[in-house]
């Protein structure tokens, strides 16, 4: 299991420091939470952070953008450094074209499903997409319980990515509670934010990830 921090997690008066950490803690990518308060009900950050913190990191950067026309923001987060680009299939931009224009500047794309969204809003776009991002809270927040009844789903999407080498992302309420569930059920990237963070030993949660 690779496993990418959620930095929504982090102290963001001391974003290059926690990136440091995350990286001594032998995190793989760093999962980057880009929310405009329209498509979800909270305001992060957006290109100016990312290109800031992208001088301190040489980790992936896993950019996951809930906001409501991603295709727009695409050349100017790329400009900035991310290396993987999620957006979800319930934004307002054209899915395709958004992947399309991913793939134009060199990057990999990722699709992100809402707990709601069925599997079947996917599947046109599992050929295209790098990755599939399979949502275990509702967008927004760190900190959110864990929807153990979106496995059935994670599972299906596991199976119609069988022999594609896709990469297949659970994000929201990870922890060592349900990081087995979510690998038996077809995960290979597991996004962290609280669990990491608030850790007394981070790097112990991190290797534990990393056994799946
Ligand atoms: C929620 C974000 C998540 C969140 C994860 O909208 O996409 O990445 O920060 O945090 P935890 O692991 O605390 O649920
Ligand atoms: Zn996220």
Redesign the pocket.
């Known amino acids: 299991m690779l496993v990418s921090p959620?930095?929504?997690?982090a102290d963001f008066a001391e974003l290059k420091n926690e990136c440091k950490r995350m990286k001594e803690c032998g995190c793989d990518w760093l999962?980057l939470?880009v929310?405009d308060g329209v498509f979800?009900p909270?305001i992060t950050f957006g290109v100016p952070v990312v290109k800031s913190i992208r001088s301190h990191s040489d980790l992936v950067f896993d950019l996951?953008l809930?906001i409501k026309d991603p295709l727009k923001y695409i050349e100017r987060f790329a400009a900035a450094g991310a290396d993987f680009i999620t957006f979800h299939l319930e934004c307002d931009s054209d899915i395709e074209q958004t992947i399309d224009k991913i793939h134009s500047l060199g990057l990999k794309a990722g699709v992100a499903l809402k707990p709601k969204t069925p599997v079947e809003a996917v599947i046109p776009f599992i050929d295209k997409a790098d990755m599939i991002l399979v949502?275990?809270?509702?967008?927004?927040?760190?900190?959110?319980s864990?929807m153990a009844d979106m496995m059935p789903k994670l599972k299906k999407i596991s199976e119609l990515c069988q022999g594609k080498n896709k990469l297949i992302q659970v994000?929201?309420?990870?922890?060592e509670k349900n990081i087995a569930l979510v690998a038996e059920n077809g995960a290979n990237v597991a996004?962290?934010?609280?669990?990491?963070?608030c850790a007394e030993d981070p790097k112990a949660v991190v290797e534990f990830f990393h056994s799946f």
């Open positions: 959620s930095m929504l997690s999962h939470d929310i979800a909270n996951h809930m949502m275990t809270v509702e967008p927004g927040f760190s900190g959110q864990f994000d929201g309420g990870i922890s996004v962290s934010g609280s669990t990491i963070f």
